[in-house]
């Protein structure tokens, strides 16, 4: 998880646990040491993460896509998902190929929905 804003943290733990009951995170407040922990995590046994759940605004879009552009070419085959507060459109306006887009989970929509999203996402 790439957060910046800790006061997210129990709601992103919750609907976490919620969907994936064994959920273990590893939490990262910018965006130099999440790289650091995607990038480290390539020297195991294949991927070391399920799925990377980051915040666009971090501490703007363009930290935001850097990391996810950063994934993409590093984590390929980790599921990658922004949890922003932005709204779809301007989401769209950010990443405007939809074959390419990450997901976007918005920070409020419901809890049962981002458990869902998630849960489809990586079945």
């Not at 910046?4 to 976490?16: C, K, S, T, V």
């Not at 999440?34 to 294949?46: H, L, P, T």
């Not at 990377?52 to 930290?63: G, K, M, R, T, V």
Request: hydrophobic share 40%; with cysteine.
């Amino acid at each position: 998880v790439l957060e910046d804003e800790r006061e997210h943290e129990p709601l992103i733990r919750r609907f976490l646990k919620a969907a994936f009951t064994e959920v273990e995170l590893d939490w990262h407040d910018d965006v130099g040491s999440a790289m650091k922990a995607v990038r480290e995590s390539n020297y195991q046994d294949g991927p070391q993460y399920d799925l990377i759940l980051a915040d666009l605004f971090i501490p703007n879009y363009h930290a935001g896509m850097r990391f996810w552009q950063f994934c993409s070419l590093c984590a390929p085959m980790v599921p990658f998902a922004f949890n922003s507060s932005a709204k779809r459109e301007q989401f769209h306006e950010f990443f405007r190929e939809p074959e390419t887009r990450p997901l976007l989970i918005q920070k409020q929509e419901p809890l049962q929905f981002k458990q869902r999203t998630l849960q489809q996402m990586l079945a």
